[in-house]
């Protein structure tokens, strides 16, 4: 079955300290794979997207890596800031990466006090 | 660009109503979706949309019907609505590039069914 698990549920750091969250996927055959942010009451917002080919992407203080061989993927947070609290959803996409085969994991919520 | 809208922003129904969520977009975007988001759980596709004219079910069909007449606009209608359907609903929308795509959400729509 496809799935895509995220860990940890939730997350408190402080302000300006760095974060990892990860994403484990049992997805086949794979397209891409992307990390979402969502504030709250909010839709999700696109931060990233990887294909097969790429190991590693980044988006201002995001950086998202995929190792394909062993289904994972991180996003790490550096220095972080207040407006970094959200959750943070990764999806996998299998065949032709069409709407239709998007399997999003349940997020990771990460709050950052001052 | 206003990007996606969706309206109302939130709703409430009694067992047994009937409703459309609605949800447009200015973008010429070819592929629309939509998603219900219940707490704990990831966001789950409801019904989509690869053009105008064209839509097809997502995981989570029964209770929703959907149509495509024109690319900006995708409306999500619950013929009678249910306690079950209570949820967050959130139209998203996409365009193809090479292999994958980038999806835009809207701000989301609130439903309660008493």
């Known amino acids: 079955k496809n799935q895509v698990e995220q860990s940890p549920q939730s997350l408190i750091i402080l302000e300006g300290k760095n974060c990892t969250l990860q994403?484990?996927?049992?997805?086949?055959?794979?397209?891409?794979l992307r990390w979402y942010k969502q504030d709250t009451g909010r839709g999700p917002v696109s931060l990233t997207i990887m294909t097969f080919s790429e190991n590693t992407k980044s988006n201002g203080r995001y950086t998202a890596t995929l190792d394909a061989d062993t289904k994972q993927s991180s996003l790490h947070i550096t220095a972080s800031q207040l407006s970094d609290s959200a959750s943070y959803i990764c999806?996998?996409?299998?065949?032709?990466?069409?709407?239709?085969?998007?399997?999003f994991g349940k997020g990771t919520k990460l709050s950052v006090k001052p | 660009n206003a990007g996606v809208t969706q309206t109302p922003k939130f709703q409430v129904l009694k067992t047994g109503q009937s409703m459309t969520l609605q949800c447009a977009q200015d973008m010429n975007h070819e592929y629309m979706s939509w998603y219900r988001q219940d707490p704990g759980m990831g966001l789950r596709l409801i019904h989509y949309s690869v053009g105008a004219g064209i839509t097809d079910q997502g995981e989570v069909p029964n209770g929703y019907n959907v149509s495509r007449s024109t690319t900006e606009d995708f409306p999500l209608r619950l013929l009678s609505a249910a306690p079950s359907q209570t949820s967050v609903y959130f139209c998203a929308s996409s365009y193809r590039e090479r292999n994958t795509d980038t999806q835009y959400f809207g701000p989301g729509t609130r439903l309660t069914v008493l």
């Open positions: 999806v996998v996409s299998n065949y032709g990466g069409s709407q239709g085969n998007l399997i």
């Open positions: 994403c484990n996927y049992t997805v086949s055959p794979f397209s891409n």
